[in-house]
């Protein structure tokens, strides 16, 4: 990955930012290529929030929380150019990981060990989100002296992160010559809380194998039980603005795009349209009216629906896309829909409905919805009322509304493999590329540097196929 190499200097040299100083500030453009880990710490983290955004843009629109309001950009909705927005490839390898990899092995020479878990942490937090997205990745051969790596598949990569979550746990016990303090822009240095994200992200993955012969949902749930038990243990980050410090999806941040709204699927499943006609009052936390009043969306592949601009509300200015909107790595919401999902599957669904509820009530709590609003929401019909009616549609649409931007929601509609059965009303947008052949999409193609510059090893791969797209993941099916 030698063309790769050129970067790692680069990042490591130019990466360390000051938590005094804007987010993208240098902090020395002339500065020592070696530091200590306590002044890569604060890059690492927010690179990786950054990572986690880009790879919500593509998904975002795949899973149809997000549609195209112009005509220049309708291809990203249809599937036909998804490489346009397949950018977290590169920020995996050439943003987090030079500066991780780096940073784990200064803290390893000096035997900083609580850095060392951390990096480990956020690595396989960030190389699941690739893997996730793209199917084989770079593992063995990453950031390292090769100028043609090979890919790995998704099965050896999984067995490696799983690996790198519970050697951080090993790590996290060891003494360390220097403690983690307000660099660790999550935590503040409290490790008691990164063992119990690792705990938790363990859980999300092996969630992730529902159609593999081996899943084993007892295991989650024994996760979840040792992972975070409210929302003070969440890994959240509150972008105080504005630019450079503007959070990823405001106006000012790094994702901006006029060419984006919400989509007509998500924006009906809270006017009430798709939840047995019930509001849901979130909506209003999301969503922007137009100039009528209404709060609508519009179809993946149609400019705007036909409808005048100004009919259609600005993404901007909400809960998820102001300069200063809160971002969390998992959020404790996710974690107990993952706790019902799991708990359905064992037959549990006395367990499975009291996650579901507690699931969506920290989300409108989170959201800063009244309790009145809340109490009325939660009795009404939008909701599975007892554990014999919880099905589990309404476990993964609940969860569909309550993690919005989050690449997991595209995890779990190929896992449910698109159901209408779960996601009612869901529907391939017009125009779906025909290269599919009525399939639907199932992971990003392969990121144009690497067709390149590594065409050979993308060939191996099949990623030049015109339906590339539409093979699934390795943990997508039962083989």
Known sequence: MKRYSIYILILIITGITSCKKGFLDIEDPNGP????????????????????????????????????????TPNVD???????????????YFFVASNNEAMMQWATEEGSFAYVGIGKLIKALCYAYTTDLFGEVYYDEANKEIAQPKFNTQDYVYQQILGLIDDAEQQFDKPSFRTVGDEDIFYGGDLNKWKKFGFALKARLLNHLSKKPNYNPQEVLSLIDKSFQDRSGEPIFIYPGPYPDAHPWSPDGNLPSSAKTWNKYFVNLLNGEGMNGVRDPRLEKIVNPGSDGVYRGVTNGITKDGLNPELIGSLWGKFYTSENSEYCLLTFDELKFIEAEAAFRTGDKMRAHTAYKSAITNNLQRMGVGIAEQNTYMQSAA???????????????????SLVFQPEIWVDMRRMDYSPQIY????????????LKGAWVRRLPPFSTEIDYNKAQVEAIGGLAPDYTGKKVWWDSAN
């Open 33 to 72: 290529a070696k530091t200590t880990p306590d002044k890569m710490l604060t890059n690492v983290l927010r690179q990786a929030l950054e990572l986690q955004a880009t790879a919500g843009l593509p998904t975002s629109t795949i899973t149809q929380q997000l549609a195209t309001s112009r005509l220049t």
């Open 78 to 92: 249809n599937w036909v150019d998804l490489g346009a927005v397949n950018y977290e490839f590169q920020n995996n």
């Open 383 to 401: 909701v599975a009322q007892n554990p014999a009616s919880l099905s589990l549609k309404d476990i993964m649409i609940g969860k569909y509304i």
């Open 424 to 435: 009612p009303g869901l529907a391939q947008p017009p125009g779906a590329n025909p290269a």
